[in-house]
C-alpha cells in the first residue's frame, strides 16, 4: 500500500466549523484513490488543523486535483464549513498545496485543482480540463451581470446582500463591526433629536456637538481651520479629491478673470503666471445643468463653478477667483478674496458643496466602487482558481461585491442616503454618473499618465502625487515579476483565452464598449497586460483608500463639506451675511445624518487586510512567494518613508501609507 499524508485546515473564522462527515479522493496522473472518510473528533471545528492517512495500492502519479464532500451528521442539520487549504504528502515525500478558501454549504461533491498555477493552453489532464470548464460553469451561473443604471458600469446581479455567494460575503467580524457603527452613530443622532430635524443651525459652532467622541486629528484641525484661504487650496491636493485640480494655461473664455480682478503675489500678470506654471483651475462642468434635488420638500441647490488658484513663491495654493456658474453673466459674479467676509465665505461654501457631491458620485463610487466590482465580476465569470492571474487578483475583490450590493441598497437606492440628504440625489445622480463615465479614459486611471495630462508633475507640496507614484511603481514591478514568471512571451498572452475574456468583459460591462475610453478589448502585448493589471491593483486599494478614508476628516465638520445647500447663491456682491450662511448650509437633520454617513465610510474593521498581506496562501511555486516578500519589503520601505515625512508636516498625508491601505474595496 501507499500511503498519503493529508492535512486539512479549517478557517479560523466565527461559524467556520462542522460537524459534518468529511470524505476525501486525491486524483492524479496515473489514477486516483478511493473516497477515504475522514474521522476524528473535533477535526474540522474553527481553526483545527487535522492530518489523515489516505491509502492506495500503488502510486497515482502527480496530484492534479482532489474532490471533497461533507455530509451530515446524524440528526444534525445541514451546516457551512469553511475550508481554508489541503496539504498532501507523497510516499516520495513530495508535497501538494490546495488552496480551497471556500465554503461547502451542501453534499456535493467538490473539485480544487493543486496550487501550481495552469493556463488553459498547458493544462492537459482531461478530469484537469474537465473541472475547469464545470468551476467557470457554476461562476457564470453564480455571478451573473446586471444593470443597475442604464449608461453606468454594470454590476452583479443580487437581491441583495445575503444572496451573494458565501465566498464574497462580509465575515461575522465585518458584519457585526458595519452594523454596530451604523446603529451607534444613527442611535446618537436619534437621542439627540437630530436625525429627523428640519431645523436650521443657530450658530456654526452647534455643529461640532453633533458627535461628541466622533473625532479626529484631522477633522479637528478642518474645524479650525476651514475658513483659510490656504487650507481651501490645500485640499485640492491633499484632500479627499484630488482628482479635479490642473495647470491652466489659457483662461476658458467662460470665466472671464483679468489682471485689474486679481492680486497676485509679487506683482505679476495672469499671463506671465501661466507661463510660469503656477495658475492652476478647477472646472465642475460635469455638474451644470444637473437637476438638483428635492429635500423635505425644499428644492435644494447645486452649482458647477470654476475656480482659479495660484500657487504662491511660497508654495502656497491659494484661490484667487471663483465663479458659481459655467455661464458668464450679470447675475453670476466673480467672486475674489478682497470681497467681503461672506461674499468670498459663501463662494467657497457653493465650491465645497459641489466637490462633495463630484466626488463621491465621480471620482469615489464610480471610479474606484463600480470599477472594482466589474474587475472582480470579470474575474470570477472567466479566470479559474488554478489561473496565475485569478491568484494574483482574488485578494484584492475581497468584500467588494458586498460593499457595493450594500451602497446600492443604502446609499444611492431611491430611498437611500444621496436621494435623502445630497443636492446631487434624484434624477441628478443617474445623469453625472452617466456624464463622469462618458467622460473617463484609461490614461486617467493610471496615476502616471493621469499627473502628466493635468501638468501636476511639479506642483509643490502634493503628496497624493509623490506616495501615489512611488505606490503604483511598487506595484508594477511586483505584478511583472509574477506575470512575467507565468507568461514568457506577448505570444502566449495572445493565446490566453480566459485572460482575454477576462479583459473583454470588462471592456463590454465595465466601459460599455465605448472605444474613446482606450481600455483595451485584448491584449497582445505582457506590457499591456503588466499595466492593466497594475491598474486594477491600484484602483481597488491605493485609489481607493486616497478617495475614501479621509471622509471623516474633511467631512466630519461639515460646513467644509455640504452634502446640500438650501438657498441659491447670491447673484449679487453685497448682500451676504452670517445669518445668510446659516440658512444656506443643510439643517440639523441633513448635516447630522451626513456626518454619520461619513463616519461610517472612513471606519476601518478589525479583519482589515493592508496591501501586500494575502492571509490566504494561492501562489505555491518559489519564485512568486519571493516576489511576495519583495513586494512587501518594498511596501514597507515606503511606508517608513512617508511616516517620516508626515512628522515634518502640519496635516500629515497619510491615505497612501501602505499600512493604512486596504487590500481591496471593502468599505
Known amino acids: 500500500m501507499v500511503n498519503y499524508k493529508v492535512t486539512i485546515y479549517t478557517g479560523n473564522l466565527a461559524t467556520a466549523g462542522t460537524f459534518g462527515n468529511v470524505s476525501i479522493k486525491l486524483v492524479g496522473t496515473h489514477g486516483e484513490s478511493k473516497r477515504t472518510r475522514l474521522k476524528g473528533a473535533f477535526a474540522f471545528f474553527r481553526g483545527a488543523v487535522s492530518s489523515f492517512t489516505v491509502s492506495c495500492p500503488v502510486s497515482i502519479g502527480k496530484l492534479v486535483l482532489i474532490e471533497i464532500d461533507k455530509s451530515r451528521f446524524l440528526l444534525f442539520s445541514e451546516d457551512s464549513w469553511f475550508t481554508a487549504k489541503v496539504e498532501v504528502k507523497s510516499p516520495k515525500f513530495d508535497t501538494y498545496n490546495f488552496p480551497i478558501y471556500h465554503w461547502i454549504t451542501d453534499s456535493e461533491v467538490h473539485r480544487f485543482r493543486e496550487a501550481t498555477a495552469l493556463r488553459i493552453f498547458e493544462d492537459n489532464?482531461?478530469?484537469?480540463?474537465?473541472?475547469?470548464?464545470?468551476?467557470?460553469?457554476?461562476?457564470?451561473?453564480?455571478?451573473?451581470?446586471?444593470?443597475?443604471?442604464?449608461?453606468?458600469?454594470?454590476?452583479?446581479?443580487?437581491?441583495?446582500?445575503?444572496?451573494?455567494?458565501?465566498?464574497?460575503?462580509?465575515?461575522?467580524?465585518?458584519?457585526?463591526?458595519?452594523?454596530?457603527t451604523l446603529s451607534t452613530g444613527l442611535a446618537e443622532l436619534k437621542l439627540k433629536g437630530l436625525s429627523d430635524s428640519k431645523e436650521n443651525w443657530p450658530d456654526i459652532e452647534a455643529i461640532h456637538h453633533v458627535f461628541w467622541h466622533k473625532r479626529t486629528d484631522i477633522s479637528e484641525y478642518v474645524h479650525d481651520h476651514w475658513k483659510e484661504d490656504a487650507f481651501f487650496g490645500y485640499q485640492f491636493l491633499n484632500g479627499v479629491n484630488p482628482m479635479l485640480i490642473q495647470r491652466c494655461s489659457t483662461l476658458p473664455k467662460t470665466f472671464p478673470v483679468s489682471d485689474d480682478m486679481v492680486s497676485l503675489s509679487g506683482q505679476c500678470s495672469l499671463a506671465d503666471e501661466m507661463k510660469r506654471g503656477n495658475i492652476f483651475l478647477c472646472d465642475y462642468k460635469r455638474l451644470d445643468g444637473l437637476k438638483s434635488n428635492i429635500i423635505?420638500?425644499?428644492?435644494?441647490?447645486?452649482?458647477?463653478?470654476?475656480?482659479?488658484?495660484?500657487?504662491?513663491?511660497?508654495?502656497?495654493?491659494?484661490?484667487?477667483?471663483?465663479?458659481?456658474?459655467?455661464?458668464?453673466?450679470?447675475?453670476?459674479?466673480?467672486?475674489?478674496?478682497?470681497?467681503?467676509?461672506?461674499?468670498?465665505?459663501?463662494?467657497?461654501?457653493?465650491?465645497?458643496?459641489?466637490?462633495?457631491?463630484?466626488?463621491?458620485?465621480?471620482?469615489?463610487?464610480?471610479?474606484?466602487?463600480?470599477?472594482?466590482?466589474?474587475?472582480?465580476?470579470?474575474?470570477?465569470?472567466?479566470?479559474?482558481?488554478?489561473?496565475?492571474?485569478?491568484?494574483?487578483?482574488?485578494?484584492?475583490?475581497?468584500?467588494?461585491?458586498?460593499?457595493?450590493?450594500?451602497?446600492?441598497?443604502?446609499?444611492?437606492?431611491?430611498?437611500?442616503?444621496?436621494?435623502?440628504?445630497?443636492?446631487?440625489?434624484?434624477?441628478?445622480?443617474?445623469?453625472?454618473?452617466?456624464?463622469?463615465?462618458?467622460?473617463?479614459?484609461?490614461?486617467?486611471?493610471?496615476?502616471?499618465?493621469?499627473?502628466?495630462?493635468?501638468?501636476?508633475?511639479?506642483?509643490?507640496?502634493?503628496y497624493y502625487r509623490d506616495d501615489g507614484l512611488k505606490l503604483w511603481d511598487i506595484i508594477y514591478r511586483f505584478v511583472q515579476g509574477v506575470l512575467s514568471f507565468y507568461y514568457k512571451n506577448d505570444a502566449e498572452v495572445q493565446k490566453d483565452s480566459e485572460l482575454q475574456k477576462w479583459i473583454l468583459d470588462i471592456f463590454e460591462h465595465g466601459?460599455?464598449?465605448?472605444?474613446?475610453?482606450?481600455?483595451?478589448?485584448?491584449?497582445?502585448?505582457?506590457?499591456?497586460?503588466?499595466?492593466?493589471?497594475?491598474?486594477?491593483?491600484?484602483?481597488?486599494?491605493?485609489?481607493?483608500?486616497?478617495?475614501?478614508?479621509?471622509?471623516?476628516?474633511?467631512?466630519?465638520?461639515?460646513?467644509?463639506?455640504?452634502?446640500?445647500?438650501?438657498?441659491?447663491?447670491?447673484?449679487?456682491?453685497?448682500?451676504?451675511?452670517?445669518?445668510?450662511?446659516?440658512?444656506?448650509?443643510?439643517?440639523?437633520?441633513?448635516?447630522?445624518?451626513?456626518?454619520?454617513?461619513?463616519?461610517?465610510?472612513?471606519?476601518?474593521?478589525?479583519?482589515?487586510?493592508?496591501?501586500?498581506?494575502?492571509?490566504?496562501?494561492?501562489?505555491?511555486?518559489?519564485?512568486?512567494?519571493?516576489?511576495?516578500?519583495?513586494?512587501?519589503?518594498?511596501?514597507?520601505?515606503?511606508?517608513?518613508?512617508?511616516?517620516?515625512?508626515?512628522?515634518?508636516?502640519?496635516?500629515?498625508?497619510?491615505y497612501l501609507d501602505p499600512r493604512e491601505v486596504e487590500n481591496s474595496v471593502a468599505i
Request: proline share 7%; aromatic share 10%; hydrophobic share 40%.
Open 125 to 180: 489532464h482531461p478530469l484537469g480540463r474537465y473541472s475547469r470548464e464545470q468551476e467557470l460553469e457554476q461562476r457564470k451561473e453564480d455571478y451573473r451581470w446586471d444593470v443597475y443604471l442604464e449608461g453606468i458600469p454594470n454590476c452583479m446581479k443580487a437581491e441583495g446582500p445575503h444572496s451573494l455567494p458565501n465566498e464574497v460575503r462580509f465575515s461575522f467580524t465585518k458584519t457585526t463591526e458595519f452594523l454596530f
Open 296 to 462: 423635505n420638500e425644499k428644492k435644494q441647490y447645486l452649482m458647477a463653478p470654476l475656480v482659479l488658484l495660484h500657487q504662491t513663491p511660497d508654495d502656497k495654493l491659494m484661490p484667487i477667483a471663483i465663479q458659481l456658474k459655467q455661464t458668464p453673466a450679470d447675475d453670476n459674479p466673480i467672486f475674489f478674496p478682497t470681497d467681503s467676509e461672506y461674499d468670498w465665505l459663501m463662494a467657497k461654501i457653493f465650491v465645497r458643496s459641489a466637490d462633495f457631491n463630484e466626488h463621491q458620485l465621480n471620482v469615489h463610487l464610480l471610479r474606484t466602487h463600480l470599477l472594482a466590482e466589474v474587475f472582480a465580476v470579470s474575474l470570477l465569470r472567466n479566470v479559474p482558481m488554478v489561473h496565475p492571474l485569478y491568484k494574483l487578483l482574488a485578494p484584492h475583490t475581497r468584500y467588494t461585491l458586498q460593499i457595493n450590493s450594500l451602497a446600492r441598497a443604502l446609499l444611492i437606492s431611491e430611498g437611500g442616503f444621496f436621494m435623502k440628504f445630497a443636492a446631487s440625489g434624484g434624477k441628478g445622480k443617474r445623469t453625472l454618473l452617466k456624464r463622469s463615465l462618458s467622460s473617463m479614459t484609461y490614461s486617467s486611471l493610471c496615476i502616471h499618465d493621469n499627473i502628466v495630462a493635468r501638468g501636476l508633475e511639479d506642483v509643490h507640496n502634493f
Open 511 to 654: 466601459f460599455l464598449s465605448k472605444e474613446s475610453t482606450g481600455i483595451p478589448q485584448s491584449f497582445t502585448t505582457m506590457a499591456e497586460l503588466v499595466k492593466f493589471v497594475t491598474m486594477a491593483i491600484f484602483t481597488s486599494s491605493g485609489q481607493h483608500s486616497a478617495v475614501n478614508t479621509g471622509q471623516f476628516d474633511y467631512g466630519g465638520w461639515m460646513p467644509n463639506a455640504p452634502t446640500t445647500l438650501q438657498l441659491p447663491p447670491p447673484t449679487r456682491k453685497g448682500t451676504t451675511s452670517k445669518a445668510m450662511m446659516l440658512q444656506t448650509l443643510p439643517n440639523k437633520g441633513t448635516a447630522a445624518n451626513g456626518m454619520a454617513v461619513m463616519w461610517l465610510l472612513s471606519k476601518q474593521s478589525s479583519d482589515f487586510v493592508p496591501l501586500g498581506q494575502y492571509p490566504q496562501d494561492h501562489f505555491s511555486e518559489k519564485i512568486p512567494c519571493n516576489l511576495i516578500k519583495d513586494f512587501q519589503a518594498s511596501l514597507q520601505e515606503l511606508s517608513a518613508a512617508i511616516k517620516a515625512r508626515n512628522k515634518n508636516l502640519e496635516v500629515p498625508y497619510t
